[in-house]
């Protein structure tokens, strides 16, 4: 969920742009701050950006990004609904919104997210990370069938993350007792990625004619961050 979370954040900066040559430097000059890590500092700066560039969709989306480092993440959603209610365009949002989505993910307000996920997906619904990122908020809110239709699909859609896709798929399979159906998942998993020492763990652990179920279920949990 990390890698997915900063690519969320680099793509909805990207997409946005401070308005005048001056809040332009102004800009950098915040994002500066930040990539030095003084996230206090670049709060401070960004905030007053914002008195002058207040209509500003990235400016919220930045302070918003901060937040998310800071792990202050209600801060964080408020933030990236201001952004929401400012951008007009309709792709920019498919990444607010995933923002936002990833605000409320960390912040245990699961359905939240699920909602958020769901906005993004309508906007771009070729996109294989929405759908992990749902199927990931529906199994915390144990509805375990939504999140392998939703996994199912990513890995429909997407060759990249596949290996990933495929372990979070076990994963959902190991939360609803369905061993025999996680089992090659989990080998499928593994044979795409070898180095994925986790997904290796409960591979071996679901081969074992020993294996602690419990023990593994909790272990696929903190795999789905």
């Known amino acids: 969920m990390k890698k997915i979370f900063v690519f969320l954040i680099m793509l909805a900066l990207s997409a946005c742009s401070f308005g005048g040559n001056a809040n332009h430097s102004e800009g950098k000059r915040c994002g500066a701050i930040r990539d ?24 919220y989306v930045s302070i918003g990004g901060v937040y998310l480092r800071k792990e202050e993440y209600s801060k964080a959603a408020e ?4 952004a929401i209610k400012l951008e007009k365009n309709r792709d920019k949002l498919a990444s607010l919104y995933g923002l936002r989505g990833m605000a409320y993910y960390n912040n245990s307000s699961y359905s939240e997210a699920v909602a958020d996920f769901t906005e993004s997906l309508k ?19 144990k509805n375990y069938e939504r999140a392998i239709d939703d996994i199912t699909q990513a890995i429909k859609l997407d060759s990249k993350d596949v290996a990933q896709f495929y372990f979070e798929r076990c994963a959902t399979y190991v939360l609803m007792d369905k061993y025999e159906d996680a089992l090659p998942d989990c080998a499928k998993s593994v044979e795409i ?22 023990t593994i279920k909790k272990e696929v949990l903190t795999q789905i961050k």
């Open 79 to 82: 933030n990236f609904s201001r």
């Open 123 to 141: 906007i771009n619904p070729s996109d294989a990370e929405y759908f992990s990122l749902r199927s990931a908020s529906y199994l915390r809110l």
């Open 193 to 214: 990625d070898p180095n994925d020492k986790d997904a290796q763990w409960v591979l071996e652990q679901l081969r074992s004619k020993n294996a602690d179920y419990a």
């Open 36 to 59: 030095s890590g003084d996230l206090d500092g670049a709060l401070l700066c960004f905030n007053e950006l914002a008195k002058t560039d207040q209509d500003n969709a990235r400016v």
